[in-house]
């Protein structure tokens, strides 16, 4: 499931998530990728639930009548000659589709259920950087402060846990003088269930809770402002990526150091913090 999760997590990165709450809910056509792929459901929601079509990577086709669970639908089909219930949740660039087989007696085979990833139609999958690095593991030693700016984005939210905490601490200091990124660090830190290992060193200086992050974000994405958002942390990232380019002697130009070392200079002695610039969207 490596490459859904780096789809998913480039998509929501990139800023390619519509911009409506309605795009909370279930409605219209999605499309499987990786273990998903060649398969596509499409649904729309009516007076008792939900109403769709499951179509199978080999163009076989269910239709179904869901009941509404939450924001989340459930159904029961066919699938192997044999019962199973299809739950679709959704989610900001499509859903998660989970099949879950039941037993002879009724019961469902939690043990034996799948998790698939479905996009919604028309959703942009943007390329990797050339320079993306995969997410270290949980017992790593030691990740260099350029990889990690160049590809936490694209990790799922356990990888930038590790990543961080891998971090050498003159690097997690220096994410902190530019606080749109280290705000955009500590959101996937809380969106991970293992964050607290990196929580406590990340939120230190932060001046802001997880419950205040994501709501944040939540608020962000669902007013449409989600491309302003990430253009900010952007700005911010390339400068702090010109800096570590620049100390650890990378080749660049004299007039290009200069400039970043410069612009560091003027975001340590800003004092700005993450809740500074998270109340500038509020």
């Not at 939450?70 to 099949?99: F, K």
């Not at 990340?202 to 958002?229: H, N, P």
């Not at 002695?269 to 109340?279: E, H, P």
Request: proline share 5%; hydrophobic share 40%; charged share 20%.
């Amino acid at each position: 499931m490596l490459r859904a999760a780096l789809v998913i997590i480039a998509i929501i990165s990139v800023g390619a998530v519509p911009n409506a709450r309605a795009e909370d809910q279930l409605n219209g056509r999605y499309f499987g990728v990786d273990e998903g792929a060649g398969a596509s459901v499409t649904i729309v929601p009516d007076a008792n639930g939900y109403t769709g079509t499951f179509f199978d990577p080999q163009g076989n086709s269910q239709s179904f009548e869901a009941d509404a669970v939450g924001d989340a639908a459930e159904a029961v089909l066919d699938m192997d000659q044999r019962p199973v219930l299809l739950r679709m949740a959704p989610l900001p660039y499509g859903a998660q589709v989970s099949i879950i087989p039941f037993s002879a007696d009724g019961n469902l085979i939690l043990e034996s259920s799948r998790s698939l990833v479905f996009l919604r139609e028309g959703t942009q999958v943007p390329e990797l950087p050339s320079d993306f690095v995969e997410a270290p593991r949980e017992n790593c030693q030691r990740i260099a402060g350029y990889s990690f700016l160049n590809s936490y984005q694209f990790w799922e939210p356990n990888g930038v846990v590790n990543g961080y905490v891998c971090l050498p601490e003159r690097m997690r200091r220096l994410i902190e003088f530019f606080p749109a990124v280290h705000l955009d660090v500590i959101w996937k830190l809380c969106l991970s269930p293992g964050g607290d290992r990196a929580l406590g060193r990340a939120l230190k200086t932060a001046g802001v809770s997880c419950s205040e992050v994501l709501d944040g974000l939540a608020s962000i994405q669902r007013r449409g402002q989600f491309d302003q958002y990430k253009q900010s942390v952007e700005a911010e990232r390339q400068s702090l990526r010109m800096s570590i380019r620049c100390a650890d002697g990378y080749l660049e130009s004299k007039e290009a150091c200069e400039e970043a070392s410069v612009a560091l200079s003027e975001a340590a002695a800003s004092l700005r913090t993450a809740a500074m610039f998270l109340n500038r969207w509020r």
